[in-house]
C-alpha cells in the first residue's frame, strides 16, 4: 500500500508540475504575441525573428490603396460610398485596405477642427464598414503636407519635436489610435505618403508644397518648406514612439516609397550621383527607423536604373527582402501597380509581372494602387471596369496554397 501511495503522490506532482510549465509556456507565448489567453491577436506584428504574424502565425498578404475611402466623405458627409466599396472588397476576400485617415488638403480636416464630434462618427463608420467586412486597415496618418499647414508651421518643423507640429501630431494619434486600438480591423499604423521622395532635392526650391489658398494652404511658402532626411527621421520615430503609447504590438509603418536611386547621394552632397547597392540598403535602414519594425517601399516601373544599370524588377524585390530579412523588418510594398496611360493590353502585362514578382519573391505585405478612386481614371479599379481582372488575380494568389493569407 505504502508504494501506491508514494506512487500515486510521484503522479500527482509530476502532473502539477507538468501544468504549471504548460501554463507558463503558454504564458510566455502569450505575452510574445502581444495577445492573452482566449484573445486573438490584433492586427499584424513582428516577431522576435522579424516574421509578420497575423494570429500568432506566419503571415503573407497582397490587399489595395483604397485612398479616399474616409476623404470622400469629408468632402460630403452624406456619402457612405465607401460602405459598398468595403462590401465588394469582403467579397472578394481582399485581406486588407490602406486608406487616408485625414485629408489630402487643409480644407478636408475643416470637420475636424470645426466638428470633431461628426468627424469622428464618420470615420467610425469607416472602420466598422471594414470591420463587417472583415476587411483590416492600415491607416496612413499624415499623407501629405496638410498637417503642417494646419498647426500653422512650414514642413521643416518635422524636425523640430518641440514644435506646433509635432504637438498636432501627437494629439491626432492620440485620438486615433486610443479610438480604434480594440478593432479587429485595424492591422497597423502608417505615418504618411512617401516623405523620403520630397527630401534632400537638390532642385527642392521647385518641390515645395502647392499653393492653392481656397484648398487651405498658406498664399507663399518658402526654403522652410524643404524637407530633409534628417527631418523626417525625426518625425518617423516620434511617431512611432506616440503609437507605441497606446498600442504596443501592431506594425508601425513609415510610407515611403523605394528610395531615389540617387537618394544616399542627395543626403551627402545634394547630388544626382547614383548610389551604390550598400547605399541603397543604408538609405532603406535609415529610412525607417526604430520603433518603426517594417520596410516600406513603393514599385511601379518593372525596369529600373539604379547601380549605375538597369535593374529588373525581380532582381530589385529580391534585394529589398534581403535587406528587410537582415533588419527583422517586414518588407511592406505599401504600392505597386500599373495605370493605363501605355494603353490597357501594356498595363495588364505589367501588373501581371509585378504581381508576380512580388508573388515570387514571398514579400509579406504588398497592397495594390488603387481601388475606387474616381479621379484617377487610368488607374482606379472596380469590380465593374475592365482592371477588375487585377481584384481577381489578387484573390488568386491570395487563396494559393502557402501564400500565409488565412482567410476570414
Known amino acids: 500500500m505504502k508504494k501506491t501511495k508514494k506512487t500515486k503522490k510521484t503522479m500527482l506532482f509530476t502532473l502539477a508540475l507538468a ?30 525573428g522579424g516574421i509578420l ?10 490587399g489595395v490603396n483604397f485612398f479616399d475611402a474616409f476623404i470622400r466623405a469629408l468632402d460630403d458627409p452624406n456619402t457612405t460610398s465607401y460602405r459598398e466599396g468595403f462590401q465588394a472588397l469582403g467579397e472578394y476576400d481582399i485581406p486588407f485596405a490602406r486608406f487616408s485617415v485625414g485629408g489630402y488638403w487643409p480644407i478636408q480636416w475643416k470637420m475636424y477642427k470645426e466638428d470633431k464630434e461628426r468627424y469622428f462618427q464618420i470615420l467610425d463608420d ?11 486597415l492600415i491607416p496612413s496618418f499624415f499623407w501629405s503636407f496638410a498637417a503642417a499647414d494646419l498647426a500653422g508651421d512650414p514642413m521643416n518643423r518635422w524636425g523640430i519635436p518641440s514644435s506646433n507640429l ?33 527630401s534632400d532635392l537638390p532642385n527642392a526650391s521647385d518641390w515645395r508644397p502647392p499653393v492653392i489658398p481656397e484648398l487651405g494652404t498658406p498664399t507663399s511658402r518658402s526654403a522652410e518648406d524643404e524637407l530633409t532626411h534628417s527631418m523626417i527621421r525625426t518625425a518617423f520615430t516620434e511617431f512611432a514612439k506616440e503609437v507605441r503609447k497606446y498600442d504596443p504590438n501592431r506594425i508601425i509603418i513609415s510610407g515611403n516609397s523605394i528610395p531615389r536611386a540617387s537618394e544616399w547621394h542627395q543626403e551627402q552632397y545634394l547630388s544626382w550621383e547614383q548610389d551604390t547597392e550598400e547605399q541603397f540598403a543604408e538609405m532603406l535602414n535609415k529610412d525607417n527607423p526604430n520603433p518603426m519594425n517594417t520596410i516600406s517601399v513603393h514599385i511601379y516601373d518593372k525596369e529600373e536604373t539604379r547601380f549605375s544599370r538597369t535593374v529588373p524588377v525581380e532582381e530589385l524585390l529580391n534585394k529589398l527582402m534581403k535587406v528587410s530579412k537582415k533588419a527583422k523588418k517586414p518588407l511592406f510594398v505599401g504600392e505597386f501597380g500599373a495605370g493605363e496611360d501605355q494603353g490597357h493590353e501594356a498595363a495588364q502585362q505589367s501588373f501581371e ?33 475592365n482592371r477588375s481582372y487585377q481584384l481577381d488575380r489578387i484573390q488568386e494568389i491570395n487563396e494559393s496554397p502557402g501564400s500565409g493569407h488565412h482567410g476570414h
Open 19 to 48: 501544468l504549471v510549465m504548460l501554463i507558463l509556456v503558454q504564458g510566455v507565448s502569450y505575452a510574445s504575441s502581444g495577445g492573452k489567453p482566449g484573445q486573438k491577436q490584433l492586427g499584424l506584428q513582428v516577431n522576435e
Open 53 to 62: 504574424i497575423k494570429d500568432g502565425k506566419p503571415y503573407r498578404g497582397i
Open 126 to 136: 469607416v472602420v466598422q464598414s471594414a470591420e463587417d467586412n472583415h476587411v483590416g
Open 166 to 198: 509635432h504637438q498636432f501630431m501627437k494629439t491626432y494619434v492620440r485620438e486615433v489610435v486610443t479610438r480604434y486600438k480594440d478593432s479587429p480591423a485595424i492591422w497597423g499604423w502608417e505615418f504618411g505618403n512617401e516623405y523620403n521622395l520630397s
Open 353 to 385: 509581372r509585378l504581381i508576380t514578382a512580388i508573388d515570387e519573391a514571398k514579400v509579406p505585405l504588398a497592397a495594390v494602387w488603387v481601388f475606387d478612386l474616381s479621379n484617377q481614371p487610368t488607374n482606379t479599379i472596380t469590380p465593374t471596369n
